[in-house]
C-alpha cells in the first residue's frame, strides 16, 4: 500500500508538470503570474522573452482565386525592462509583384499591466498601424504597441493571405530573445511537392503526418425559359478527397541568439526552415516543375522589361555622353569619366532592388534612382562606349542568402567592368567609392554575375588583400610623466573609404572630439585631415597631442605602455564558443610606428621583449619590435589579418591571438631617476 500512494503522488507530480509545461496561452487570456514575473527563468540577462510564438502556415481554396496561402501568427512578449521596449515594435512584409499582392487582415494587440494589483489592458489602435511601401516587391506594415512598462505583456496576431501559393515563407524558429513555447505548423495539400532546407546550430523536432481533406466544386446550370416554360437554376457540387501533409514543429526554452561583432547579416545564421517548391501535380493535370536553376532565374530577369528592357534604352544620355567623351579614345579613361559622371549626377534614394521602379530614363532627368536604376545608367553608358559591362546580382547585407536558385535571393545591383584582361566591380550609389571598393552594404553580402545568353557564376566581393593602416607617434616625457608629441593616422584603400563615409561632412570640432574621446587625450591642437576628397588617395590626420594619463609615476620611477594610446585595452571577442562565421568585411595590416625621448634625468630599466605569433593557415600575424639607446625607445608593431572571412572553427584561436596582442601590448617600459 505504501508503494501504491508513492506511485500515486509520483505520477501526480508529473502530470502537474507537464500540465505547467504545456501551459496553453489564448489571445486576451493572461495570468498575474505572467504580469509578476520578473526574469526569464533560463536567462536572467534578457531584456525580454517570447512567452509564446503560434504560427500556422495553411492551404485555401476558392473557386474564384484557386489556391492561397494562409499564415496566421499569434505572438506572446514580456518586457522585463526598458531595455526591452525595442521588442513591442513588429514589422511585417508583405510581398506584391504585378498585380498581385499579400494582403494583411485581423490584426489586432493588447498591451496588459497591473494597476493596484488589477490587470489593466490597453488595445491597439488602427491609427497606431503604419502601413507604407517599403520596396518595389514589399509594402511594409509596423507598429509598435501601447502603454508600455517594465513588466508590461503584450498579445498580437495576424492572418496574411497571400496568392503566391508556389511560395512558404522561411519561418524562423529562434529570435534574438528567448522563446519559452514555440508552435509552428505548415499544412500542405499532396499537389504541392516541397522541399525543405534548415539553417542554425539548433536541432530541429519536426514531426510529419497527414490527413483527409476535400474540396467542394459547386455549378449551377440554367434551364427552360423558352416559350411559356418558366427558367429554373439548378445547383451541383462534387467533392474532391486528397491528403494533406502536415509538419509539425514545437520548442521550448530556445535560448537567445547573440549577435556577436562582426556579424554580417545575423538572420543568416538563426534557427530556421525553408521550404521550396519542386513540381505541382494537380488531378486530371500535367505535372508543372517549379524546381529552377540560375541559369533560367538569369533568363527570365533579362526577359523583365524593368530589367532587360531598361538596360537596352540610350537615348536619354547620348548628347551627355558625346560631350562628356570628346576627343577621348582610351577605353580606360572613358571608364573613370563615365564612372565618375554617374557617381556625381546621380543620387541614390537608399532602396534596394534588382530592377527599375519608375524606369531609368525618369531616374536620369530627376538624378535620383534606386540601386537598379542607378548602376544601370552606368552600365548602359558603359556598353554605349564599347566598354564591357555587365549586371551583377548582389544579395545585400541586409538580405539573407538564398538557398536555392531564386530572384528573391537579390535586392541589389552593381556593374563588372573588362578592361582588357582586368575587371573591376563598380557601385555608382556610393559617392565615396572607388574601382573594386564597393560600400559594406556590398561586400559583406555576395552577387551572382549574369549574361545575356544566361551564364551565371557566384562571387564574393570581399577584397583579397588587407586594406593598409599606418599610425606613427613622436613623442617625449618629461620629468613630471606628461606626454607631448605629434600623430601621423594614415588610412588606405577600405579604411579610407570608410573613413571618407563616416567623417567627411562632419566640422573639425567634431573630429577633435571624436579623438579626444577614442584616445583619452587631454589637449589635442593643429588638427588636419588630408586627402578627404582625393579618391584613391590615402587619407591622413595629423595633430599635436598633451598627455597626463599614460604614465604611471611611483617615487623615482616611471611605468608606461609604449604604445601609449594607441594599445588595445579590451577583446571585442568575448564569448567562450562561436557557432556562426567572423565576417570582417575586408582585412587590415595595420603597422604602428612610435619614438620616445625619455627625460633627461632618467635610464631605461626595463623594455618589453621583441615578439611574434600568427594565426594557422597563413590567417594572420602579429610582430612586435623594440629597440632602445640611452635616452630613446623605438617600437614598430605590425598587425595583419589576410582573411575577411573566418569560419567558426578558427574562433576560439582567433580569440586567443587577439587576447595575446592585448596582453602583448600592455607590457611596459620601466624608467629609474639617476
Request: hydrophobic share 35%; with cysteine.
Amino acid at each position: 500500500m505504501k508503494n501504491f500512494y508513492f506511485l500515486l503522488a509520483f505520477l501526480f507530480t508529473v502530470v502537474i508538470s507537464l500540465k505547467s509545461h504545456a501551459q496553453e496561452y489564448k489571445f486576451g487570456k493572461i495570468t498575474k503570474e505572467e504580469l509578476l514575473e520578473e526574469s526569464y527563468k533560463g536567462d536572467s540577462t534578457a531584456n525580454a522573452a517570447v512567452l509564446f510564438e503560434n504560427k500556422k502556415i495553411y492551404y485555401d481554396f476558392g473557386q474564384q482565386n484557386g489556391f492561397r496561402i494562409v499564415t496566421e501568427v499569434f505572438r506572446r512578449i514580456k518586457i522585463y525592462n526598458n531595455k526591452g521596449f525595442d521588442h513591442a515594435t513588429h514589422e511585417i512584409y508583405l510581398y506584391k509583384e504585378n498585380s498581385n499582392a499579400e494582403k494583411i487582415s485581423g490584426l489586432k494587440g493588447i498591451t496588459y499591466n497591473l494597476k493596484d494589483g488589477a490587470i489593466e489592458e490597453t488595445k491597439l489602435k488602427k491609427s497606431e498601424i503604419f502601413e507604407e511601401e517599403y520596396s518595389e516587391y514589399n509594402n511594409q506594415v509596423k507598429f509598435t504597441m501601447p502603454s508600455l512598462k517594465e513588466g508590461s505583456v503584450i498579445d498580437y496576431k495576424y492572418k496574411i493571405i497571400s496568392p503566391f501559393y508556389y511560395s512558404i515563407d522561411k519561418m524562423y524558429l529562434q529570435n534574438t530573445i528567448p522563446i519559452k513555447q514555440l508552435k509552428t505548423v505548415v499544412q500542405i495539400p499532396e499537389y504541392f511537392n516541397f522541399k525543405k532546407f534548415t539553417t542554425g546550430y539548433l536541432p530541429i523536432q519536426l514531426k510529419e503526418s497527414s490527413f483527409n481533406s476535400k474540396i467542394t466544386l459547386t455549378s449551377k446550370t440554367r434551364s427552360g425559359g423558352q416559350g411559356f416554360t418558366p427558367s429554373s437554376t439548378n445547383f451541383s457540387s462534387r467533392d474532391i478527397d486528397h491528403r494533406v501533409n502536415v509538419y509539425n514543429i514545437t520548442s521550448q526554452d530556445v535560448p537567445a541568439f547573440r549577435e556577436e561583432p562582426y556579424s554580417g547579416n545575423p538572420d543568416n545564421y538563426l534557427s530556421s526552415i525553408v521550404f521550396e517548391l519542386q513540381f505541382v501535380k494537380f488531378p486530371n493535370s500535367k505535372l508543372e516543375n517549379f524546381s529552377t536553376t540560375w541559369e533560367a532565374v538569369v533568363k527570365s530577369i533579362y526577359k523583365d522589361p524593368r530589367f532587360g528592357g531598361e538596360l537596352e534604352k540610350t537615348s536619354y544620355f547620348k548628347e551627355d555622353l558625346k560631350q562628356l567623351l570628346k576627343s577621348i579614345d582610351s577605353p580606360v579613361e572613358k571608364a573613370a569619366l563615365i564612372y565618375n559622371f554617374v557617381k556625381t549626377k546621380m543620387n541614390w534614394n537608399e532602396k534596394y532592388s534588382v530592377v527599375s521602379n519608375h524606369g531609368v530614363k525618369k531616374a536620369y532627368k530627376e538624378g535620383v534612382g534606386n540601386a537598379a536604376e542607378v548602376n544601370f545608367i552606368l552600365i548602359a553608358m558603359l556598353k554605349y562606349a564599347k566598354i564591357k559591362a555587365t549586371p551583377v546580382l548582389v544579395s545585400s547585407i541586409k538580405k539573407t542568402t538564398a538557398l536555392f536558385p531564386t530572384l528573391k535571393g537579390f535586392d541589389y545591383v552593381v556593374a563588372r567592368v573588362q578592361l582588357g584582361d582586368k575587371y573591376m566591380y563598380l557601385d555608382a550609389t556610393d559617392k565615396y567609392g572607388e574601382p573594386n571598393i564597393l560600400p559594406n552594404r556590398v561586400i559583406h553580402g555576395s552577387g551572382r554575375i549574369i549574361s545575356e545568353n544566361g551564364s551565371t557564376r557566384l562571387v564574393t566581393f570581399r577584397p583579397k588583400t588587407p586594406s593598409l593602416n599606418r599610425l606613427g607617434i613622436q613623442c617625449e616625457v618629461d620629468s613630471d610623466g606628461a606626454v607631448k608629441g605629434k600623430t601621423n593616422l594614415y588610412y588606405k584603400d577600405y579604411l579610407a573609404h570608410n573613413f571618407r563615409l563616416n567623417y567627411s561632412a562632419e566640422s573639425q570640432e567634431t573630429m577633435i572630439k571624436r579623438l579626444k574621446q577614442k584616445y583619452e587625450i587631454n589637449t589635442l591642437d593643429n588638427y588636419e585631415a588630408k586627402g578627404m576628397r582625393e579618391l584613391g588617395k590615402p587619407v591622413i590626420e595629423r595633430f599635436d597631442f598633451n598627455l597626463d594619463n599614460q604614465v604611471e609615476v611611483i617615487d623615482d620611477e616611471m611605468f608606461f605602455s609604449p604604445l601609449l594610446f594607441l594599445r588595445d585595452k579590451e577583446n571585442v571577442f568575448k564569448s567562450e564558443e562561436r557557432r556562426y562565421p567572423i565576417d570582417f568585411g575586408f582585412g587590415y595590416s595595420n603597422t604602428m610606428m612610435i619614438s620616445i625621448k625619455i627625460p633627461e634625468n632618467y635610464e631605461i630599466v626595463e623594455i618589453p621583449k621583441s615578439s611574434a605569433f600568427r594565426l594557422p593557415e597563413n590567417m594572420g600575424n602579429f610582430v612586435y619590435r623594440i629597440n632602445k639607446t640611452s635616452n630613446s625607445i623605438q617600437v614598430s608593431i605590425t598587425e595583419t589579418l589576410n582573411v575577411p572571412f573566418v569560419t567558426a572553427d578558427y574562433y576560439p584561436v582567433l580569440k586567443q591571438f587577439y587576447s595575446q596582442i592585448i596582453e602583448k601590448e600592455s607590457d611596459q617600459v620601466v624608467l629609474k631617476k639617476i
